[in-house]
């Protein structure tokens, strides 16, 4: 683990996450086509964000002997924030959710690699929380959303 | 004495020391005849039922002995671990709902409000359910999926079907872009290992998308606010002091953020105009309904970024040493200017 290298990521003259911050701008209450500086200065804070929540992670992880960093390194970083704890349960009890559906209805045949069968379990892991991503952003007709998503 | 009174060697029960507890109590309720052999037998029958794993709990208080909990931790069974998990979101869920305002703010105020009210209920309801649940025995604090939730669903998708229903066009649009944005995988996860010097495993970086999406909706959120506050006068003001509020009462609303807002509410729409036009620096209590006040400024995030550390919301932004001096009580490192002191 070494000190932040805080301005090692920063963007040289471009921006970390530009179309995803103007997206984000309209999503949250913005006008549709924000102004140039102010994605500038949220990409930087967001950039900022990133960079000091996983530096408290890798701490943490630090003080408990670990090298290697896990979720719950991330979770304590948080901890501070009830609105971003609460968030990162939500998500997680929905890939918990969404995995044991999928369990039911998947019965895992056919799948490359079976054999390996505890490889696959934590990719599958992450693939869900993918799908569970594109799923919850999907847009949403008058019917309202799909089983999965309960945002 | 030397041995426990009741004993013979040959029984040998696994836990000498806490089968003699529950017998001075037993005494006067066991009234049969060759009393001293009869509770031998009764003592090595609740032994001998129960899991015969050396650090299995055997010897309960006297009153709760006859039940066999088996091989169920305690710990399980109680409400604990379920409210704890349902607490931190009521509260998400109220601050959250303290500062909606506006048509726009509306849309996400609200979804996420649902979201969290649902799980919410779920979880208080699961609560009460967790005892004759067997299957979530492994979850510990993890455990916010119950079965009660599963009747919440319903009702919270229905009221989310109304609600996007009534959505007129740019509203949707909103609530579209609210659902599919989210962050670049890859550069997430090159800042992130750039910044522990490790590769961190695909989860995290999903995890850390998520609570950062969750960051900077609530950025912009403040930032919306201050651009409302700041509607009516002249020059941004500097940031005033922060107001002690009980950290624990999450009910009221912050009045940290209410600072420039007067009680009057009489004033009308015609008044906040004709004060307007006269120019005069005096702040006005804004309705909830929005004027286009254009888009948001950086100086609007600067100050919702002050704020928001001020408020020692925040664990995780601008506290850990990399940029010091806003004069917030940050950790160890903060403090001592960057230097760790342990190594």
Known sequence: MTEPRARAARHKGQLNFEPEIRDMLFAFGDD???????????????????????????????????????????????????????????????????????????????????????????????????EAKAENSKPTQDEGLGEEDDE | MASPPYRSPAT???????????????????????????????????????????????????????????????????????????KSVVTAGTAKRGRRKGRAKQVDGSVKSEGREKTVDGANRGASEVPEDDEEDDEGGEGMVENGEVGDKAAEKKKLAVLLGAFDEEQ?????????????????????????????????????????????????????????????????????????????????GNPNNDIFSTESSSSSAFQDLTRAAQGLAEPVNQPAERTDLGPLLPDHFREALRRYKRDGEGGGVGLAGVSVGLGVPGTGAARLGGRRLFR
């Open chain 1, 32 to 130: 549709k086509y924000p102004l140039d500086e102010t994605v500038r200065i949220l990409d930087e804070i967001t950039t900022d964000f990133v960079i000091e929540t996983s530096h408290i992670a890798s701490k943490a992880a630090e003080y408990s002997g670990r090298t290697k960093l896990k979720i719950d390194d991330f979770k304590f970083a948080i901890r501070g924030d009830e609105i971003l704890t609460g968030r990162v349960r939500e998500l997680l009890a929905i890939d918990k959710e969404l995995k044991e559906s999928r369990k039911q209805f998947d019965t895992g045949e056919g799948r490359v690699g079976l054999e390996r069968g505890g490889r696959r379990k934590k990719e599958d892991k992450v693939e869900e929380k993918e």
């Open chain 2, 12 to 86: 040998s029960p696994p836990y000498p020391s806490h089968m003699s507890l529950p017998n001075p109590k037993k005494r006067p309720s066991l009234t049969m005849p060759g009393g001293p052999n009869q509770k031998r037998q009764k003592r090595t029958s609740i032994a001998s039922s129960s899991s015969a794993h050396p650090l299995r709990q055997t010897s309960f208080p006297p009153e709760e002995s006859n039940h066999d909990n088996g091989p169920r931790s305690p710990s399980v069974d109680s409400d604990f671990t379920a409210v704890t998990g349902g």
């Open chain 2, 172 to 252: 949707n649009d909103r609530y579209v872009s609210l659902r599919r944005a989210k962050f670049r995988k890859d550069t997430i996860r090159k800042i992130t290992n750039q910044t522990v010097s490790q590769s961190v495993p695909p989860n995290v970086v999903v995890t850390v998308s998520g609570y950062t999406k969750a960051f900077v909706g609530v950025l912009i959120e403040r930032a919306r606010e201050v651009q409302q506050q700041w509607a009516t006068l002249d020059t941004p003001p500097p940031t005033p002091q922060k107001v002690p509020v009980d950290p624990t009462d999450f009910h009221t």
